[in-house]
């Protein structure tokens, strides 16, 4: 795997692009999971998740329950379990996505986001895990190739994704800050927009 991260000068952003190439002469799987932890002061009674969500899974008993709220975060609670979800987006004609973390408060009135942006294409799946416990008050957000439902379990449903001898498979990510509730308006349109 080679890896690239790059931005520019004054950029509210930067792209992190991976090529992995498969060297070798068989087949080989190919499971990448992208794991982006949020926390303080993004996180907060007042953040969301913003994404153009068609459908959603829960991994864990406690997400069942929780599938309702799968996109706010709540007061951090004591002794309060992981919750981890499945998500099916949506994306634009040529399968540009985006998940976001926004909090119209992070303390002193003023709004903050960060947006993930990528192509399903490349990342189908999105998994979100969502820890609302008092001092592990987190939020990840994994873009990957496939949901991790364990390498032998996937193999026998036929949903194991491979690299064949000397094929690249690529993958961008783009993190970018926004400040504004316009920028934050732009991202629920495109939620309504995309196809």
């Known amino acids: 795997m080679t890896r690239t991260i790059s931005t ?17 002469f068989e087949k080989q799987p190919l499971m990448m999971l992208y794991h982006s932890n949020f926390g303080f002061p993004l996180l907060g009674p007042h953040a969301q ?6 459908a959603s899974d829960p991994m864990t008993e406690d997400a069942r329950d929780a599938l309702p709220s799968w996109s706010r975060c709540e007061e951090p609670t004591q002794g309060c379990d992981e919750k981890v979800f499945s998500h099916t987006l949506k994306g634009d004609v040529k399968g ?3 998940v976001c973390v926004w909090n119209d408060n992070i303390g002193d009135g003023t709004p903050l986001g960060l947006v993930l942006r990528f192509n399903l294409g490349a990342l189908p ?6 820890l609302m416990r008092k001092g592990f008050y987190v939020v990840g957000l994994e873009p990957c190739t496939v949901v991790p439902r ?3 379990n996937l193999r026998a449903k ?3 994704p491979y690299l064949l001898p000397f094929e690249c498979y ?26």
């Open 96 to 98: 540009n996505t985006f």
């Open 125 to 130: 799946c999105l998994l979100e895990w969502k």
């Open 49 to 54: 998740i913003i994404a153009p969500v068609v």
């Open 158 to 160: 036929g949903l194991l």
């Open 170 to 195: 690529e993958i961008t990510i783009r993190y970018e800050v926004i400040e504004t509730l316009e920028e934050k308006e732009a991202l629920e349109a495109f939620c309504r927009e995309c196809q």
């Open 8 to 24: 520019e000068l004054g950029a509210k952003w930067f792209e992190l692009h991976d090529r992995i190439e498969n060297l070798g």
């Open 150 to 152: 364990g390498r032998e």
